[in-house]
């Protein structure tokens, strides 16, 4: 059964890999932070943003600027940034892969509430056996799976109601070799003392909790926002931990219309309230963001924050 917050969420760190983000973690790393914070404000145009900045910027949520210098040093190493460098200052952008990954994910992210109204009835299903001697491999496979949607319902047998996509069939075939096979296929009823339904491979009495700590979160700041009383870097900070909480959701619910899920289940009303703070404090996060980095540089080109429309549209599509 998966719990809330018990999954590595993003992507592999296999170093075969192009572009290797950092493991997300409950409350950031200085690395997953800086990945954040440029794709938060630069991902449209993949502006580049002096190093003093994004220092500045890390030391707001209390990173040192000998951990934040170390962050974006592994960031450049792991293909995620790219450096430019005028005379003794240096700048960073998010990589070409880094930006088309990032945007791909964020729409998956907004776009889950209404994704899950349009299941089919089908599920896709996938077994896959590998040897114990494996085991490195095998929590590699289970991390993928699990960011793409998938959660065991037995050890071997994982399913999502999603159709298998082009996107999953590329990045489970880069894990590695291996016993897997995918089926899509509908759930027959037996009788009760044998059924075991497909919704209990998710643990969804505690993600209702997560759910509902996330309203009592952000519920008291949208009166605040919508007043103004907010600040440049407490709305950076705001859209920043918002963000790093909402996009654990498309991958812990079970993504199955309303209908399906128990009654009271709160997620749209969860997504109106991240699209208030998301998209109610981008203007003021976004001038305090080029004020940091003005301060460093000589201005703040392509600094910009989206929206969670943005995000639905494709906030960037490789014309940068």
Not at 198 to 221: G, K, M
Not at 252 to 257: G, H, M, W
């Amino acid at each position: 059964m998966v719990r809330p917050f018990d999954v590595h969420e993003i992507y592999s760190d296999d170093p075969a890999d192009s572009v290797r983000f950092p493991l997300r973690r409950a409350g950031g790393s200085p690395q997953s932070l800086a990945v954040t914070l440029l794709a938060d404000y630069t991902l449209r145009t993949r502006a580049s943003v002096p190093s003093a900045a994004i220092v500045a910027l890390l030391g707001e949520f209390g990173v040192t600027p000998a951990a934040s210098r170390t962050a974006i040093s592994r960031l450049a190493r792991r293909g995620v940034l790219e450096s430019t460098r005028r005379g003794r200052h240096s700048s960073y952008r998010l990589s070409d892969p880094a930006a088309v990954n990032l945007s791909l994910s964020g729409h998956s992210i907004v776009a889950f509430t209404e994704r899950a109204e349009q299941w089919d009835g089908s599920w896709t299903i996938i077994a896959f056996s590998l040897p114990e001697g494996r085991s490195a491999e095998r929590r590699t496979l289970r991390g993928q799976l699990r960011w793409l949607g998938y959660v065991p319902l037995y050890d071997g047998l994982w399913l999502s109601p999603r159709p298998f996509t082009t996107r999953a069939r590329e990045e489970l075939a880069a894990v590695g070799s291996g016993s897997l096979t995918v089926f899509r296929a509908q759930h027959v009823e037996l009788a009760h003392t044998v059924h075991r339904d497909p919704l209990d491979a998710w643990d969804v009495a505690a993600i209702a909790e997560e759910y509902t700590s996330f309203i009592d979160r952000w519920s008291p700041l949208l009166e605040r926002i919508r007043s103004g009383e907010v600040g440049g870097a407490e709305a950076v900070s705001a859209r920043t931990e918002v963000m790093d909480t909402y996009r654990r959701f498309h991958v812990l619910d079970p993504l199955l219309p309303m209908r399906c899920m128990p009654q009271g289940w709160r997620r749209v009303e969860v997504r109106t309230i991240f699209d208030a703070v998301y998209d109610g404090l981008a203007k003021t996060a976004q001038e305090h963001v080029r004020t940091v980095a003005a301060s460093s540089s000589t201005g703040h080109d392509g600094i910009g924050a989206h929206t969670t429309g943005d995000m639905l549209a494709g906030v960037w599509r490789g014309e940068g």
